[in-house]
Nanobody, 123 residues
């Protein structure tokens, strides 16, 4: 079992920055691929960014490429999502997810999920 807890969300204005954290407990976190997803009201959950278990590979949705950066600190069992130049369209609940099998943009492939953290960007 892996327990994930997101934090760092909040209400900001356009062009502001936020850093989300996903803290893990339980099994060896360094063995897991981790991804961030988001879900806006009335929309499906979508992939935002992912990082491989080794940290050597990262992937981003086109909508956040160049603005968001995913990173991990396995000594702290934490994955971060640095979000810069935020837009109102980035408003959503952000979730982190982990799995050992593969790093994929498909949400249904992930076994472990956090409870989510709200990010609201006002214009």
């Amino acid at each position: 079992q892996v327990q994930l807890v997101e934090s760092g969300g909040g209400m900001v204005q356009t062009a502001d920055s936020l850093r989300l954290s996903c803290a893990a407990s339980g099994r060896t976190f360094s063995n897991y691929h981790v991804a961030w997803f988001r879900q806006a009201p009335g929309k499906e959950r979508e992939f935002v960014a992912g990082i491989s278990w080794s940290g050597s590979n990262t992937y981003y949705a086109d909508s956040v490429k160049g603005r968001f950066t995913i990173s991990r600190d396995d000594a702290k069992s934490t994955v971060y999502l640095q979000m810069n130049s935020l837009h109102p369209e980035d408003t959503a609940v952000y979730y982190c997810a982990a799995d050992q099998a593969a790093l994929t943009p498909s949400s249904h492939k992930y076994t472990y999920w956090g409870q989510g953290t709200q990010v609201t960007v006002s214009s």
